[in-house]
């Protein structure tokens, strides 16, 4: 009798077998994923990376043009700060081509003044004749000119004087004038002369006097048209000098008691104050166009010799028009005939003043 087959020995072996085929099918799977993975990986980083020639040559490039960038970085803040240093230059001389002619002027005046002072205290020494350097005036005290209360110049000849000294001293700061070699390096031009009369504060009695002068200011202003037209009489071209707005240089002005130079609680204080002022305002240019233009103008004129034949069929020439005496530009006060003289009248104060 033949034994029974066993087939769950033979099922599980054949199990078994299947089970590992599939462990195995499942592990090449694997292996072939991870494979390809890897391989797309590379492709990837391959596809990513540049080559190392062209690599080094793009860095070596922006090496060079970082080098060329900062050279002109370096050239644009050079040229920027030397833009700025013209401009400040520029600056400068424009405003020192104006401040300089400017600071020539009042030194020009200050010359002018001092040779006034020196040459007037050579002839007349004991005249009380000062001088204001700051605002250009030359004072002349009151009591060396007029009496008490009276519009009558006592010494003509100081006025006459003064008038020799200022047509001879401004004559290089005459912008009508053709300079000659002597003014050569002289700059600056004068404006206007002032005639100023001044008073003290001490009133007087009007109705004693005859010629209507009511008032300190009147007064002050008949003594400073008398001491303009005594000046313009002695030196007859004052009246046909120019400034360079095309106006005439001397002019007349009163003030009165209004500016004070001292006190008028004392005699000597009002005896100070009691003055003819002759101030002398030189011309200040706009801007330095015209500062340009003055001094091309104040280029000494060299002039040719002129020969001419004389010719016995040509007619004599004309006689030279006379100067006119005309009176110039007249301030604050309306100038007075100088024909007219104020006599001199007995002042009603004691004390002497006015």
């Known amino acids: 009798m033949m034994a029974p087959t066993d087939y769950s020995s033979e099922d599980e072996n054949y199990f078994a077998t299947m089970t590992d085929m599939m462990v195995g099918l499942l592990f090449i799977f694997l292996i072939m994923v991870a494979f390809f993975a890897y391989k797309l990986s590379r492709q990837t980083e391959a596809d990513n990376v540049v080559p190392k020639v062209i690599l080094e040559k793009v860095e070596l490039e922006f090496d060079q043009q970082s080098v060329v960038l900062e050279q002109v970085e370096k050239e644009r803040d050079r040229q920027l700060v ?8 520029l600056v400068e001389i424009r405003q020192s081509s104006l401040s300089r002619f400017n600071e020539r002027s009042r030194q020009a005046r200050k010359d002018v003044l001092t040779s006034i002072q020196l040459r007037v205290r050579a002839q007349r020494p004991e005249l009380g004749l000062t001088i204001d350097f700051e605002r250009g005036i030359i004072r002349l005290q009151g009591v060396d000119l007029f009496a008490s209360a009276s519009t009558r110049l006592l010494n ?9 000294a200022l047509t001879d001293e401004m004559r290089c700061h005459i912008y009508s004038l053709h300079k000659g070699e002597d003014c050569a390096g002289a700059t600056g031009f004068v404006e206007a002369v002032f005639v100023e009369g001044h008073t003290d504060s001490l009133p007087f009695a009007a109705g004693r006097r005859g010629d209507g002068i009511q008032t300190n200011l009147q007064l002050s202003a008949r003594r400073a048209s008398n001491t303009y037209e005594t000046l313009v009489v002695a030196s007859p071209q004052l009246v046909s000098h120019l400034n360079p707005e095309g106006q005439s240089i001397m002019s007349v002005a009163a003030f009165g008691s209004q500016r004070p130079i001292a006190g008028n609680d004392t005699r000597a204080g ?3 104050n009691r003055r003819i002022d002759i101030r002398i305002e030189m011309y200040n240019p706009r801007n330095e166009a015209e500062v340009a233009a003055l001094l091309v103008h104040n280029a000494p004129v060299q002039k040719e010799p002129v020969y001419v034949l004389p010719d016995s069929n040509q007619a004599p020439a004309p006689a ?5 005496r005309r009176p110039g530009n007249v301030t604050e006060v309306t100038p007075v005939s100088p024909t007219v003289t104020w006599e001199e009248t007995q002042s009603p104060r004691e004390d002497g003043d006015n």
Not at 320 to 324: E, G, R, T, Y
């Open 156 to 164: 003509p000849p100081t006025i006459r004087l003064l008038a020799d």
């Open 82 to 89: 030397r833009i700025e240093t013209l401009r400040k230059q």
């Open 320 to 324: 030279p028009a006379p100067v006119s």
């Open 270 to 272: 009002r005896a100070r």
